[in-house]
Structures are given as C-alpha cells and as structure tokens.
C-alpha cells in the first residue's frame, strides 16, 4: 500500500474556499466542487474566522493551474479506480471457467 501525501494548499485557494462558503454555498457543495476533505474546509473557515487566514502572501496560483492540479488529482483516483477494476474483473474471470 502506498502512503498518501498531505495536501497542501495555498493562501488564495484557501480563501477561495472560504470566499465559496460565505458566500451562502453549503460546505458539502463546496467540498465536492473543490475536491477537500470537509475538515480541511472546516480548518480553513475557523482559521478566516480567527484572522489567521491572511498570513504571508505565497505565490499566486491562475485559475489554469488550479485547474491542473485537480485535473492530476481526478487522473491519479480515476487511474486507481481503474487498477482495482481491472484486478476485480480479473478474480471474476477466474472464478468463472
């Protein structure tokens, strides 16, 4: 089994997110539209909340590139979708003959 790596997020996707959230859109919409974990969602608004969210200015992300790393993420779960279909259908063939 592979170990997964934290995600790690930038300052203006995380105030995105919680731009989206104030912005009267559910948690749960916006998690699935930002492909987050709800609690990574959750930390980001209690951070906004708190004034801790507007820390050091990190270099800034175009909505292309945002695009591109959930286009990776959506590649590498499709392509491990894949995998474990391809190995299931393999234990059924087996089974059959």
């Given at each position: 089994?592979t ?10 996707f ?25 609690q ?25 590139q ?26 059924f ?5």
């Amino acid at each position: 089994m592979t170990k997964l790596r934290r995600a790690r997020y930038t300052l203006e996707f995380k105030q995105e997110a919680v731009r989206l959230v104030e912005s009267d859109q559910s948690q749960a919409t916006v998690t699935k539209t930002l492909r987050v974990v709800e609690q990574t969602l959750f930390n980001c608004t209690k951070a906004n909340r708190q004034g801790r969210l507007n820390g050091v200015e990190h270099k800034l992300v175009s909505a292309e590139q945002m695009e591109i790393a959930r286009l990776r993420a959506e590649l590498t779960r499709v392509k491990m979708e894949r995998n474990i279909l391809g190995k299931a259908t393999a234990y059924f063939a087996k089974g059959t003959k």
